[in-house]
């Protein structure tokens, strides 16, 4: 390994702790400690010169020199993704990476990402719901005004029928044990 004195000894010294700490170059994967081997499942041989890509998804991004950015993602191990993991990635001299990995995620973080998961998904069930509900007000319309119509949707299958109470039904369902799961995580048993 040609690093410096000082970034060696860090190694070194990372290499006995219990965070796992992979270096990367230009030309991949150059130093992996032996928790950072239980991590990804391989050895240090099998390792090295893998690029980020094939580490973990996403990879954190490329910094400069000086540089340091949190990460998020799941580790590509040989048999597909695998632990979701959260870390500090290093710039270094010469290009150089190094990521600090940390296995366990937390309650909290764990709601942050229950949390945001519940912002994406809400702008689309809002308009699932608020769609099933202008089908239902124009299916009640169509058959007020038209009683042939109304007499033939007699005919339709009751999941027909009820389409649009049944979506808006899921759609509620899902708000609310989401907002349930937030308020178990966060300790707060309101909803």
């Known amino acids: 390994m040609s690093l410096p004195d000082y970034h060696t000894r860090f190694l070194l010294a990372a290499s006995v702790g219990q965070d796992a700490l992979v270096v990367l170059d230009s030309e991949g994967l150059n130093f992996i400690n032996p928790a950072g081997e239980r991590l990804l499942d391989r050895d240090s041989i099998s390792l090295r010169g893998l690029p980020a890509e094939q580490l973990i998804a996403p990879p954190p991004p490329a910094l400069e020199q000086g540089d340091e950015s949190p990460f998020l993602g799941r580790v590509l191990g040989p048999d597909g ?6 870390g500090l990635a290093f710039g270094l001299e010469d290009q150089r990476q190094m990521w600090v990995f940390r296995e366990n995620i937390s309650l909290a973080e764990l709601g942050s990402l229950a949390a945001g998961l519940m912002h994406n998904l809400a702008g689309p069930l809002s ?3 608020s769609s ?14 038209d009683p042939t119509l109304a007499e033939r949707m007699g005919d339709w299958p009751p999941t027909l029928r009820r389409g649009g109470d049944k979506i ?10 989401t907002r349930d799961l ?3 995580i966060s300790g707060d048993s309101r909803r």
């Not at 993704?81 to 959260?86: N, S």
């Not at 099933?132 to 005004?145: I, P, S, V």
């Not at 808006?168 to 044990?177: K, L, R």
């Open 81 to 86: 993704p695998g632990t979701l993991v959260k």
């Open 182 to 184: 937030l308020a178990k």
């Open 127 to 129: 308009v699932i719901r």
């Open 132 to 145: 099933a509900e202008m089908m239902n007000t124009l299916l009640n319309k169509l058959a007020e005004d």
């Open 168 to 177: 808006i039904s899921q759609v509620d369902q899902i708000a609310a044990n």
